[in-house]
């Protein structure tokens, strides 16, 4: 059941989201080679808790993190830990999420460590950009589909992968609400977006296949050829003014992609 927002709810979820952001920024802000997963986690946490909010993942279907934290050709899922040590070059997932007065935000980011190659910056410059084109659908009268299409229609057209087994949802006092968003599809199909909906649109796009394996921790997901992927992601209200993106904080909705800068 697709649970409707009042505009109440979207101003109180904005709460959530605005944290959620600034933690994802923050850790951003503390990529840099030679610090840990583990580390990033702590800072998180620390953030989230310290503003009032709870970790939205922490405990979440045994989920032991606060962050997700993906390295290269892990796509989503990474669990935090002090022996997975960041180099030059790695581009990392960061997915995390705040509750505040039992609002979800939740939001996820791909940043740069130190000096990843060309292509590889590429890739992340597209997702970002397909997260845009999603975002831009998201409004009342269109379909579900046509955030897929857009996400998939730009994705595959730089010759890119687009996850089929991972999607974005819906969300609101849950973390997974109906429906389920996929970053695939056509024109028209799907349900019908009307304003009050919120839903995260996550786009995860990968060098080469789409296939990917789940890790022997039953959480990591990482791609089957080992080439890399990024993820961008944002909680959206769709309102009759258009699309709102509510996993924002003071400095807007968006980060930088390179680590080490706020």
């Avoid at 310290?50 to 405990?59: L, R, V």
């Amino acid at each position: 059941m697709i649970k409707i927002k009042s505009a109440h709810d979207i101003e109180q979820m904005k709460v959530a989201g605005a944290l959620s952001k600034m933690a994802l920024r923050r850790v951003g802000a503390m990529v840099r080679p030679g610090v840990s997963t583990f580390e990033l986690d702590q800072l998180a946490e620390q953030i989230i808790r310290m503003h009032g909010g709870k970790p939205a993942f922490k405990g979440y279907g045994g989920f032991p993190g606060t962050i997700c934290a993906s390295i290269n050709d892990a796509v989503v899922h990474g669990i935090p830990n002090p022996d997975i040590i960041l180099r030059d070059g790695d581009i990392i997932s960061i997915d995390t999420g705040a509750v505040v007065d039992g609002w979800v935000g939740d939001n996820a980011w791909t940043f740069y460590c130190g000096t990843p190659s060309q292509e590889t910056r590429a890739l992340c410059e597209v997702t970002l950009d397909c997260l845009r084109a999603g975002i831009e659908q998201a409004v009342p009268g269109n379909h579900i589909g046509d955030i897929g299409f857009a996400i998939q229609s730009l994705a595959e057209s730089h010759g890119y992968g687009v996850l089929r087994d991972y999607v974005g949802h819906g969300i609101g006092r849950a973390m997974h609400e109906d429906p389920n968003v996929p970053n695939h599809g056509k024109k028209g199909r799907g349900v019908r977006l009307q304003a009050g909906m919120v839903i995260a649109i996550e786009p995860m796009v990968t060098l080469g296949s789409p296939r990917v394996r789940v890790g022997a921790d039953g959480w990591l997901v990482s791609t089957r050829d080992h080439l890399p992927a990024a993820h961008y992601e944002n909680t959206v209200a769709i309102t009759d003014d258009g699309p709102v993106v509510l996993t924002a904080d003071a400095q807007g909705a968006w980060c930088s992609m390179q680590g080490g800068l706020l």
